[in-house]
């Protein structure tokens, strides 16, 4: 009896030694199997157009179940709820600003502002007295019908805030907008195109990460098929030289493969200019130290002083341009038309078209971009109302 009872207190001591490790293992595997609940949302703030649909998807990443729950008022959206990785798309909002929350249970909530804009007047500072931009007796225009006189009607319809308005020249300049050809509801750029000079004028483009991704570089140099007319596409002595650059705008090869267009193009100095160190590569660099979740909005230009340089029919700019806008904080969620000068830094940076090698960002190539429109006869951002472009402090950016 003893030896029975002995036997089974040893074998109930194995189970039991057994049976604490497993436990443990158990519960280790457990918890390092399991994450805890994450929900994100971008963008959490976006503009509407039911023309086009451009922007008008937002992307969810999760782990876990979420659901939308609409404010009051909130745009119609296409999903209610979801699990894990996900889009929703905005089928329709009201006019204003509407919202809405994406809950997932154990993560903080995330909200998404939408806004629609409705038709303004001509002159939204006296709509009751809209001004005609060519009418010779405009005191403020005294140079007639040739000078533009503010913001035209917007550029294809659109309130894209890095649009500038459009400068009809019949029989020279060409405009051309292309959407992403891999996200037709998604813009990539805008461009104004000189048939008399041979090379494009300006391109507009937001720039955001979530055009990049790991593409590469396509190099398929071509004519733009939507601009209407030939363009030049090479100059003997110059490089070919991107407005809009190949780097910044990698989430495709199919996107990718719109910045080859030659309206996107201009002739540029290689040495000391276009390449690792030039006086221009070193602004690109700078621009894209700039980016941000709100978007930096830009226009890339050419200028001429004088037409004295013509190469294989295009006559060689004397000056590049960029034209930049964000937000201060670069995080506001919020639409940078909806935001106050405060709220908002712009400026110009004009380079002279000449090789200076190691010649980096500085004050002296900065004035406001109200100067860089007097320059050029073009009104930047006229769909950003409170854009503040008096202004050209070089310590916004950090210069």
Not at 210 to 215: D, I, P, V
Request: aromatic share 10%; glycine share 8%.
């Amino acid at each position: 009896m003893y030896h029975t009872s002995f036997r089974r207190a040893a074998l109930l001591r194995m189970l039991l030694l057994c049976a604490v490790p497993m436990l443990f293992g158990a519960a280790a595997c457990s918890d390092s199997g399991s994450e805890a609940p994450y929900l994100r949302v971008d963008p959490a703030a976006l503009l509407f157009d039911p023309s086009s649909g451009e922007a008008c998807v937002v992307s969810v990443a999760s782990n876990t179940s979420w659901r939308v729950v609409p404010d009051d008022p909130a745009p119609a959206t296409d999903l209610r709820e979801g699990f894990g990785d996900g889009a929703i798309r905005i089928v329709d909002a009201p006019e204003g600003r509407s919202s809405f929350v994406v809950r997932a249970e154990g993560a903080d909530d995330r909200r998404v502002t939408v806004t629609r804009f409705g038709g303004l007047p001509d002159d939204p500072d006296n709509p009751e007295d809209p001004e005609d931009p060519n009418d010779p007796e405009d005191p403020d225009n005294p140079e007639g019908p040739d000078t533009p006189d503010g913001p035209t009607d917007a550029l294809f319809g659109k309130s894209w805030a890095e649009l500038p308005s459009e400068v009809e020249r019949a029989g020279d300049y060409y405009y051309a907008c292309h959407m992403r050809a891999d996200a037709r509801s998604i813009r990539n750029y805008t461009v104004c195109y000189s048939r008399e000079m041979m090379c494009p004028v300006w391109v507009a483009a937001p720039m955001h990460e979530c055009y990049t991704g790991s593409s590469g570089r396509t190099d398929s140099y071509r004519q733009d098929p939507d601009l209407g007319c030939e363009q030049a596409t090479k100059w003997d002595g110059y490089t070919r030289g991107h407005l809009l650059g190949s780097s910044d705008r990698t989430v495709s090869r199919e996107t990718n493969r719109q910045v080859f267009y030659y309206s996107n193009i201009a002739p540029q100095l290689q040495n000391g200019f276009n390449t690792g160190g030039g006086v221009w590569n070193n602004l690109e660099e700078f621009t894209d130290r700039q980016w941000c979740a709100d978007t930096l909005y830009q226009v890339v230009g050419c200028y001429w002083a004088d037409r004295d340089t013509w190469v294989d029919g295009t006559v060689i700019p004397t000056h590049y341009y960029k034209v930049l806008l964000r937000t201060r904080s670069g995080r506001t969620g919020r639409p940078v038309a909806e935001c106050t000068a405060d709220e908002l830094k712009c400026a110009a940076f004009v380079v002279e078209h000449r090789g200076s090698k190691g010649e980096q960002p500085n004050a002296s190539m900065m004035i406001s971009v109200s100067e860089l429109e007097r320059m050029t006869g073009f009104t930047f951002f006229p769909n950003v109302p409170n854009a503040p472009k008096d202004r050209c402090n070089p310590s916004d950016w950090g210069l």
